[in-house]
Every structure is written in C-alpha cells, then in structure tokens.
C-alpha cells in the first residue's frame, strides 16, 4: 500500500493487517509460503498467551497492507463466519492473466476453485485455505471509481450479467489458463498484499457510522451482493478507493447466525495509521463516540489500539512503525523465534512448549510446493480417492 500521508488531518492510511486463527503453524506456514509465495517475516509467539505462536506472512520486510497473520490454537474448534466475523480475505494480483495462472496453478495442486468471477471492480478467484479460511485473489483492475467518484456513492445494482443466476457458471467453471503453471513468475506476485477484506454486518447504515462517522474512512461503494441478489454490500477505503485501503462488509439480517471464534476464522482486522500522535487522536475519538478503546499495547512491531465494530467485530488501529526489521535484519526476518523483551526471561519455558516449526527458504518461487498442499483437506481427498481407486 502507499504510505504517503495525505495532507489534513490524520486518516486511516489502509489496511495494516488480519490475524486469523489456524488448528497447526506448520500446515499453516507450508501452505502460505511453499504455495502461495509470501515470506514467514516473524515468527514469535501470541504476546498475551505467549505458549502458541503467532506467525506473520508479509512482503520481504512485512510492508503494512501485506500482512496476514495466524493465532495457532492446536484443538481448538472449527470458527464460522457470521455477523460480527470476518467473510474473507483478498490478495491482490496485477491482472486477469496472473490470476487466471493462479487458478491453474491451484487447481493442479487438488485445490477447489470457484470463478473467475467479474467484481465489475476487479475480478476474482475462490478458494479455501488448510483450515478453510476462504480466500480471494483479486485483480487490482479496473477499480472502484469506475462508474463514479467516492463523493458521491450510490447504492448500484450489479450489472444482471454479473450475478448469480445470470451469469454463465459453466463458461466460468471452465476457463483457466491453458498451460500448467510451476512456479510463481512476477506477474502472479502476491507480494503487494491485501485487496479487500470482508466482513459480516447485520446493518451497513450503522457500519457506516462507524467506520466513516468515528473513524473518517470514505465510504467508496454501495452495491448489492452479486451471490445473492438484493444483499446490501458496501466498501470503505481510502479517498482514492485504491487496492489495500479497501474494508467491505456483507449485509446479512439481524437474526441470521453470529460468528464463533476458531480455527479457520477472522480473529480481528487492523488498520493503518501514521504514529502514537494520530493513534492518540482515534483513541480520544472512539472514547467521544462512547465506543470501547483498549490501552496502548505494545506489540514491538507496531503499537495498537482494539475497539469493536457496531456488531462486536475487533477491530484494531495499529500504527505503521516501528515495522518487522527493528529486531533482525531482513535477510533473516522470520527464521528463528522472536520474543518481546519482558518474555525473553522466559525463552526456554516458552520454546519448550512450541513444537518446531521447519521453514521454506526466502525467496519463494513456489516451485516446491508439495508440502504446502499435502495435509490440505482437498488434496487429502484427492489422495484417499487415488488409494480408493487402486484397491478396487
Ligand atoms: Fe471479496
Ligand atoms: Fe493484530
């Protein structure tokens, strides 16, 4: 995302990070490395429960804006998305051809697909990661501003061609790109980080007044889900609606079913902002508001204020620095356990509990991807399927 601070007062500058729970940091590190290609840019532990990790998968030095990271809570149940949850996360890809390499490259993996769909914004692919976290990638073209200018959104009925029951499944279900794919070429990078991030509301009027009204983001889409037809859903981002800065939500009724926290599910999203000064200023704002505004926490790599969204989704507002590389160098981010200083006492305790966790080298091609889809439960299936076959 870009960090350049628009002059003003002090906004959100984009997304800054997800955390998402996962049942095992190995699976979980294989898969979003050896196949998706992002770097391991930290590996310490869950600061406030420090005998689990908490990994994070970034650019090469964990840039705001492309870091995803993981609770590991080993037992835990199965999560569900639901109002109050997150639905899904988007990475961004530069355009329909190395997305359209993306669902070859997947699919011949054992992946399920779904798409490429048309956004009518950008245009995307579905699929599931080891622990069924649904994610996206999503094309950073045409973009949002296309049918009109953020400062005057309308609520917009997709194009009918667009949605489902008017779109072609089959034709789509069938396109791919025409040549297997085994390695990720620059043109399919996922290193510019996030899309979008979506997540459940059971009233968008009243998202947006907080995400616009208390916080200041523009509210840069209203639209309808083009899965299910007549569904308010709308986006918030940045003024210029780019790629990264882009939060939306998906109405659902007030009595459809709340999210559970567990594996395979959101655990909060964060937003950017420039410094203490401006995290400051929110924190005064979400207090104004009577909103819940935690402390200061020190997190090393950046510091972080937790309030909730109208339906009870943490959200944090975390700040830009002091970033990844301000305790190891970047050619070495991310290989060995990282612990905050008032836990270094406590190393060998806290090692001893982890279980080890074997990495993939940096950089990552992908061109050896095996491990990274062998326990995926679609590749798994697929396996038993092949012994099935062969003992019959
Ligand atoms: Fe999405
Ligand atoms: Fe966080």
């Known amino acids: 995302m870009t960090n350049t601070r628009t002059a003003g007062p002090a906004g959100i500058l984009g997304l800054h990070h997800i955390t998402l729970v996962a049942s095992s940091a190995q699976r979980t590190a294989d898969f979003y490395t050896r196949v998706l290609g992002l770097r391991l840019v930290k590996t310490t532990v869950n600061f406030d429960d420090p005998g689990s990790y908490h990994l994070y998968f970034a650019d090469e030095r964990g840039s705001a804006g492309t870091v995803i990271t993981f609770f590991e809570w080993p037992g835990a149940p199965r999560g569900r998305p639901g109002i109050g949850g997150t639905h899904h996360v988007a990475l961004r890809v530069r355009d329909r051809e190395g997305m359209l390499r993306w669902k070859r490259r997947l699919t011949d993996l054992g992946l399920r697909i779904i798409g490429p769909y048309d956004r009518h914004y950008f245009t995307s692919i579905y699929f599931r990661d080891p622990d069924g976290v649904v994610l996206e990638i999503a094309t950073d073209g045409p973009g949002m501003l296309i049918d009109e200018p953020t400062e005057t959104v309308a609520q917009r009925a997709p194009p009918p061609a667009l949605v489902r029951g008017g779109r072609d499944e089959d034709a789509i279900a069938a396109l791919t790109w025409p040549e297997p794919v085994s390695r990720i070429d620059p043109a399919m990078s996922l290193l510019g980080g996030m899309h ?21 983001m523009s509210l840069v889409k209203r639209t309808e889900n083009f899965d299910d ?50 995290q400051a200023e929110f924190r005064d704002r979400l207090l104004s508001a009577g909103l819940p505004a935690s402390p200061v926490m020190d997190r090393v790599y950046f510091r972080s204020v937790y309030t909730r969204d109208p339906d009870g ?28 200083p008032w836990l270094e006492a406590h190393r060998d305790d806290i090692s001893e509990r982890l279980t080890g966790l074997e990495r993939s080298g940096w950089p990552n091609d992908g061109s050896n991807p095996e491990r990274g889809v062998m326990s995926h439960p679609r590749a798994a299936l697929h396996a038993s399927d092949e012994a099935a076959g062969a003992a019959s």
Request: proline share 5%.
């Open 313 to 340: 989704h943490i959200v944090e507002l975390a700040t830009m620095g002091p970033g990844f590389l301000v305790d190891e160098p970047a050619e070495t981010t991310g290989d060995t356990l990282r612990l905050p």
């Open 196 to 216: 979008h991030i979506t997540a459940m509301s059971s009233n968008v009027d009243r998202t947006d007044e907080f995400l616009r009204g208390v916080l200041g």
């Open 229 to 278: 037809p007549g569904k308010r859903h709308w986006s918030w981002g940045a003024a210029d609606a780019r790629p990264g800065s882009l939060i939306t939500y998906l109405e659902r009724d007030a009595t459809d079913r709340r999210a559970s926290m567990g594996t395979g599910q959101g655990h909060h999203y964060a937003l950017a902002v420039a410094d203490d000064v401006s």
